[in-house]
Structures are given as structure tokens and as C-alpha cells.
């Protein structure tokens, strides 16, 4: 089944919430106080709220509208509105796969039971930092081909989808939300100075502009 | 079809008190351009053929409907009693079903997550059992015997109190409550909501109160109330599908949704299903 990447492993701290689009599927990604993650379908199955506005509570995630709370297997474990009720087996969210391989975190609209697959990412790669681009993936991968480094050459695309910048070697993992939205998750090799993350990081910033100018044209 | 019961429903559409000569309202009202002009005496409504459409001035709006056939305005007597404050607290639009907006404030164990610390607060989260019956007689649907815990129930509440609440729904776009008003505990206080469709999945709610309240400066009432909306909203533009879903399999109910549960079989009944989903997504 495939992966999408929705985010950073140290951008979901422990007890946080976010929202992630994968493959035009909302859900909420969530990390209890032991780190350990969940993906479900965005929509409290009680009425219909997104579960992103939500909160973790004792290492379950609770809806903001009447405070449900759900565990980490997407089961409804406790109804504030009636305390001494045991929730019923059939309040549970919708439940999917989830894993996190280099630093990203990667999630599948499929049963959480099935094994998750990601791309082959090189060896030695940690995440430098994540852009949203207003471009689709395509213009994203033909600006990043097209947009100079620190002002002189152009990258020059790897073996394993590496990226060469001069010295430094990055990977662009994208998410296309639509077709005109793309989150792009830039990995760099471990061994990079401060100095070039800074200069790779102004990089991220000229290729989204060259391919959201790509992408107005075009439209 | 969903339009056919919602166009001989009456709908405030503006304020009575915003009235007043060379000053017209363009809005829309079941996905139809509509304007307001002429004076809080004289209103006038027109559609976007130029027709004139019916105008009534009832609890400080100004009402209209579509229809040929309108069902009459549902009354509500405090509107009549000499010793209230009427206080229309302006309009809210929120992109969500009508019906959503309406079921949103029939909701009562909402209030500790949502209004915080005003409406409720936890630990007092639990909803004990109350009564709702669907009166055939009127067609309306009544919540009973609701008490629940307040911290601030009103602008005029001093302290926290368990606050009896009894709700009505006179229309499937219209609410109104009966709570216990704080500085005179026999007589209740009165807030209703009457929620403008602009569509299916976008409303304007004006909120309005008939409070026995002599002390509270307007704007304060008018404020307190604002508040209270504006937390809805950011519920209510965030509940998937846009549209109330009135297949009961789509959400699941607890004890607590016994209002939510008999206003969804009373739409169905009728087939008021402008701004609902009646098919399972």
C-alpha cells in the first residue's frame, strides 16, 4: 500500500496532535507520553468533529467537542457525559498504518494491521526541514533541478533519488495534498555543517518560489 | 425536493433595529439572492426576480419566506412580557449545515470543552438523564428536566449554580431555551437562535434573548453571547460531513444526544432535509 509522508518525526513531539492529508484521505496523527504514534481517519465517529482539534489526555487522544476519549488502538474508552458508562465496542475511529523510517513520518489509508511500505531512502539522511509548497510534486522536482545553489551551480539529480548540491547531498520526500499543494520533507547527509544546512535551507526557499511561479504559469 | 419543505418555513434574515431609510441588505436565503430594504415600520423583501416577497417584523428581525404556503411564525410569549430586555445579538456566519448549527445548540455536554469555564468546566462533565418527547400537538420537539452545572451561566450570575434547561425546537432552523435565570430563580430566562440557510452547508445565526436582566449594560449581554457563538463555530466548521447525516449509522449517539437523536427523526418525518445528509456517505 503506499506511504505518504506527512511530517517530521521531531516536529510530533510526545502528547502533541497534528492533521495530515494522505492521498486525499484527512486524518489526525497523534503521539502518546512513550512516543508511541497513531493515524485515524479525522472525524470523531460520535459527530462528525475533527479529531486534529483534539487533545491527549492520559495517553489517550480526546475530542474537543464533548471530550471523548479514544486509546491507542482507536477505541472510545471513556464518554465524560456519562463516567460510570464502559463505552461499546462499536465507537471506534477508523485506524491506519503508521511508521516512521529517517526521521519522517509515514502513514497509508489501510488497515493499521498491514505492514506499511516506504520508499528506499539512502543511508546517512536526517531531516533539515519541511516547506508546503502552493506546486504540484512535478514542478517541485523539475524547479529543484532548475534552481542554483548558493548562487552558482545547479543541483545535479543522484543515484537513490539523492540530490547534489555542491558538496552536500539532500532528498526531497514530497506529499502532493492536491494539485496545487505539495508538503516536501528535505533530508540532508548527517555530516553537514550548520553553515550549509543554513545555505540548503535558503535553497528550500528559492526552489518553492520557482515552482510555485512554475505552477501560476502553467495554470 | 429539500428545498420544498425549507421555502414555506419564515426566516430572519436581518435585524430590526439595523432598518432604516436608504439602507438595503443584499444576503441570500435557500441559495436565493435576497434583498432588505424600507424601515423597522415598512419592511420590504425582494428576490432576486424582483419580487416582492412576504416581510414581518417579529422578535426584533425582520422575517420572510419563499413560499406560497408558509407555515405560520412560531410564537414565543415572553416576546409579549412588558418586564424582559430583548437583546438581538447581531448575526454569525458559519460554514456549516443550518441543521448542524441548530443541533450544536441543543447540546448540552458540549459545554465543559467548548465553553470553558463559563457554560461548564470539568470535573462536571456528566449529563443526567432528562426527558424529550416530540409533541405531535404543536410539532415541536421538547427537552425537559435538564440541569446541569455552570460556572457562569449568565452575564447577571454571580456565582456557579446547576442550571435547569428546558429546550424547544419550533422549526427545523429555529431553537429556543428556557434556562434559569440567575437573579430570579422562578422565572427562566430566554435565548433562542434563528438560523438564516444561505445554503445547504453555510448559515448566519442570529442569536436573540428575552432576559429578565435590569442591571447588565447591553453591549456586555451582547458580548457575552458573541463569545459563546464564536466557540461554537470553530466546532462547527469543523464537522465532517458538512451536512447533518440522517442515517443513524453515520454517527453514534450516546444518552446524552437524546435532543440530538429526536430532532434528527423529527426532520426526517417531516422531510425537512435542506442542509442534511439523507443518504449514507
Redesign the interface.
Given at each position: 500500500m503506499t506511504s505518504y509522508p506527512v511530517g517530521l518525526t521531531r516536529d510530533l513531539a510526545e502528547n502533541r496532535v497534528m492533521r495530515a492529508q494522505a492521498g486525499g484521505v484527512d486524518m489526525v496523527v497523534w503521539r502518546n507520553s512513550k512516543g508511541a504514534l497513531a493515524a485515524w481517519n479525522n472525524r470523531c465517529p460520535h459527530r462528525g468533529m475533527r479529531l486534529s482539534h483534539g487533545f491527549v489526555r492520559g495517553d489517550r487522544l480526546a475530542c474537543l467537542y464533548h471530550g471523548w476519549h479514544y486509546g491507542q488502538n482507536g477505541q472510545c474508552a471513556y464518554v465524560p457525559a456519562h463516567p460510570e458508562l464502559d463505552p461499546p465496542a462499536s465507537i471506534k475511529t477508523q485506524t491506519y498504518a503508521v511508521s516512521e523510517v529517517a526521521g519522517v513520518i509515514w502513514v497509508a489509508p489501510t488497515d493499521a494491521q498491514e505492514a506499511i511500505e516506504t520508499p528506499a531512502i539512502a543511508a546517512g539522511l536526517e531531516p533539515l526541514r519541511s516547506i508546503t509548497a502552493s506546486a504540484s510534486e512535478a514542478a517541485i522536482t523539475t524547479a529543484s533541478l532548475q534552481t542554483a545553489f548558493s548562487g552558482s551551480d545547479l543541483p545535479q539529480a543522484g543515484a537513490n533519488g539523492l540530490l547534489h548540491l555542491g558538496e552536500r547531498q539532500i532528498a526531497l520526500i514530497c506529499n502532493q495534498i492536491d494539485a496545487t499543494s505539495t508538503q516536501v520533507h528535505v533530508l540532508i547527509d548527517a555530516s553537514a555543517a550548520l553553515s550549509d544546512r543554513r545555505a540548503v535551507s535558503r535553497w528550500c526557499d528559492a526552489l518553492r518560489r520557482a515552482a510555485e511561479t512554475m505552477t501560476e504559469e502553467s495554470a | 425536493m429539500s428545498l420544498d419543505y425549507a421555502r414555506n418555513d419564515w426566516y430572519a434574515v436581518a435585524l430590526a433595529g439595523h432598518m432604516g431609510p436608504g439602507i438595503t441588505r443584499n444576503t441570500q436565503l435557500l441559495g436565493t439572492p435576497i434583498r432588505i430594504s424600507g424601515t423597522a415600520d415598512a419592511p420590504r423583501v425582494t428576490d432576486d426576480t424582483g419580487a416582492e416577497r412576504p416581510a414581518v417584523i417579529r422578535y426584533d428581525h425582520v422575517w420572510t419566506t419563499l413560499g406560497d404556503t408558509p407555515r405560520p411564525l412560531f410564537d414565543i410569549t415572553e416576546a409579549d412580557e412588558p418586564d424582559r430586555r430583548f437583546v438581538p445579538c447581531g448575526a454569525v456566519r458559519v460554514r456549516c449545515s443550518p441543521l448542524r448549527a441548530v443541533e450544536n445548540f441543543l447540546d448540552i455536554?458540549?459545554f465543559?470543552?467548548?465553553h470553558t469555564d463559563i457554560l461548564g468546566a470539568?470535573p462536571h462533565?456528566?449529563?443526567a438523564p432528562y426527558k424529550v418527547e416530540i409533541r405531535d400537538d404543536v410539532d415541536e420537539v421538547w427537552a425537559t428536566q435538564i440541569g446541569f452545572y455552570q460556572p457562569q451561566a449568565a452575564k447577571s450570575a454571580t456565582e456557579a449554580i446547576t442550571t435547569q434547561y428546558e429546550y424547544r425546537v419550533p422549526a427545523p432552523t429555529s431553537a429556543v431555551l428556557y434556562k434559569t435565570c440567575p437573579p430570579r430563580p422562578e422565572a427562566w430566562d430566554v435565548i433562542a437562535i434563528f438560523v438564516q440557510p444561505v445554503s445547504p452547508e453555510e448559515c448566519i445565526v442570529w442569536p436573540w434573548m428575552a432576559l429578565i436582566d435590569e442591571t447588565s449594560h447591553f453591549a456586555d449581554l451582547v458580548q457575552f453571547q458573541q463569545e459563546i457563538f464564536l466557540q461554537d463555530r470553530?466546532?462547527l466548521e469543523?464537522?465532517?460531513?458538512v451536512r447533518l447525516?440522517l442515517d443513524p449509522r453515520?454517527?453514534?449517539?450516546?444518552?446524552?444526544d437524546m435532543t440530538s437523536v429526536a430532532y434528527r427523526r423529527w426532520l426526517k418525518k417531516k422531510g425537512a432535509f435542506y442542509g442534511a445528509l439523507t443518504e449514507a456517505a
Open positions: - | 455536554a458540549h465543559p470543552f467548548v470539568e462533565t456528566e449529563v470553530s466546532i469543523n464537522q465532517l460531513p447525516p453515520m454517527e453514534i449517539p450516546t444518552r446524552s
